[in-house]
């Protein structure tokens, strides 16, 4: 059985940083592919990161590009979203997600395996 614990998540000001980080277990054999994705109140849930596993070629949503890095510590089982200049519209509930995904790396619905998700605030 998949299980993922994310953590990292809390209240930073417009500009700062935060590293989330998620623990997996079980996911060998049983997904291909991690990502993060993050929901607002009120707004559907949407991609912002994802990888394949046995490959380091991740894919961005473009509102995160060149502001977030996803990164994946395959010794430690363990999957990062480093989150650099953050602004207030990033504020939302970070899930880590992990699935057998064939294409459409950054579509939600290609994963089965959720975490709890850890909340992130940017106030201006």
């Known amino acids: 059985q998949v299980r993922l614990v994310e953590s990292g998540g809390g209240s930073v000001q417009t500009g700062g940083s935060l590293r989330l980080s998620c623990a997996a277990s079980?996911?060998?054999?049983?997904?291909?592919?991690m990502g993060w994705f993050r929901q607002a109140p009120g707004k559907e849930r949407e991609a912002v990161a994802a990888?394949?596993?046995?490959?380091?070629?991740?894919f961005y949503a473009s509102s995160v590009l060149g502001r977030f890095t996803i990164s994946l510590d395959s010794a430690k089982n363990t999957l990062y979203l480093q989150m650099n200049r953050l602004k207030p519209e990033d504020t939302a509930m970070y899930y880590c997600?992990?699935?057998?995904?064939?294409?459409?790396?950054?579509?939600?619905?290609?994963?089965?395996?959720w975490g709890q998700g850890t909340q992130v605030t940017v106030s201006s």
């Open positions: 990888l394949y596993t046995a490959v380091n070629s991740p």
């Open positions: 997600a992990a699935g057998m995904v064939d294409g459409r790396l950054l579509d939600p619905d290609n994963y089965n395996a």
């Open positions: 079980g996911v060998t054999g049983r997904s291909n592919a």
